[in-house]
């Protein structure tokens, strides 16, 4: 893989708080997002729920490439993602904790060599790595013409 590649999606209106998810990948069907009541319908998963998966499934799949490349036969992994919502000092609605719960199922006699991937895994997840570490974002906000309305490149800038 190369030291610095990219990805991309667009998100299109569907109506209400409905957005479809379109991802570079063209095979792969748009997925449906929603908020939560008062403002959605739920219809799809929240920003929120969406984050906590990338989390456990990056953790999950880390965990699981480890133990492969270590000659352990997996039967199973299930993974349980809770987050936590509190309220910063402004009184806005922020993620403050997601707790990862994964349970694997090797075959008998294998748990005494899972030790070295309990080490490593972690520090191979990129979503969490990056979440852990924040991860600067730029927004840019134009008119349907390609206009500049607005601009942030990391602290708050209007144009």
């Known amino acids: 893989m190369p030291e610095h590649s990219t990805f991309s999606l667009r998100l299109e209106r569907v109506q ?3 957005f479809n998810a379109h991802f570079d ?4 069907p748009p997925i449906l997002l929603d908020e939560g009541e008062p403002l959605g319908q739920r219809k799809g998963p929240n920003p929120a729920r969406l984050l906590a998966a990338a989390v456990g499934d990056c953790l999950s799949a880390s965990l699981l490439f480890c133990l492969q490349k270590a000659k352990m036969e997996v ?3 299930k993974t349980h993602v809770t987050g936590s919502q509190v309220r ?3 009184g806005r609605l922020r993620i403050g904790q997601l707790d990862v719960e ?3 199922d090797l075959h008998d006699g294998q748990y005494d060599r899972i030790n070295r991937c309990l080490g490593l895994f972690e520090d191979y997840c990129v979503v969490t790595a990056s979440v852990r ?3 600067p974002v730029n927004v840019v906000v134009t008119d349907p013409g390609g206009n500049e309305l607005y601009r942030d490149a990391g602290g708050a800038q209007q144009v």
Not at 25 to 28: F, G, N, R, T
């Open 102 to 104: 994964i349970k694997v």
């Open 133 to 135: 570490k924040g991860i």
């Open 16 to 18: 209400n708080y409905e």
């Open 75 to 77: 039967k199973d992994i």
């Open 25 to 28: 990948w063209d095979h792969l």
């Open 88 to 90: 910063n000092e402004k």
